[in-house]
């Protein structure tokens, strides 16, 4: 399994979880044409599907359709449960630009018979991960613009600040639930622009002061 890479240190931080977030864009939630949700609806993957830029993303033979989305992640640093919005931001480590490769064609088979989405999100190498920037070094995570180019065509273009939940928001919710601890991610959700990626494909995510990742799909 990959740990994450803090970016200038080099310091390797092993997650717990990959916690990761659907339907925080309303243009994206529109374009699945699903209801925008009134609390963050959470899905996971396992830390197994990490790996990092120019590694590659593999199709798997038992998916049609897969396609790339763009996110930022959150990556915590000090762990605990129960944790207020107000004291949120002092769990933060950092950020990363993420992307959640996800065999749609399989999520859509697991949607309409009330599956879990684990088999269509938690392949290897569905997790490519930017090293980590420590979050002193940006100013407003709810400010970044995050774009994404396939074959150099842009994609995705959009902004954090059109998330439905704030990051403290969303640091309470998961905290309720599960212990987050250091290393873990949160994959905040995708804005619209999703779209399947083929063989020979290379993926570029942009996200402000964050990151960069670009990844071939073999
Ligand atoms: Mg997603």
Sequence with gaps: MKPLIVKNTGEKIYPTKVICLARTYRKHAEEMKSELPSEPILFLKPPSAIIYSSDDIVIPEISKEVHYEGELAVIIGKGG???SEEKAYSHIFGYSAFLDITARDL???AKSRGYPWSISKGFDT???LSEVV???EIEDPHNLNIKLWVNDRIKQNSNTKYMIFTIDQIIGYISKIMTLEKGDIIA???PEGVGEIKKGDCIVLEIDKVGRLENYVV
């Design 188 to 190: 905040t959700g995708t």
């Design 134 to 136: 420590k979050k002193e």
């Design 107 to 109: 999520q859509s088979h």
């Design 126 to 128: 569905f997790a490519p």
């Design 81 to 83: 449960k129960n944790i």
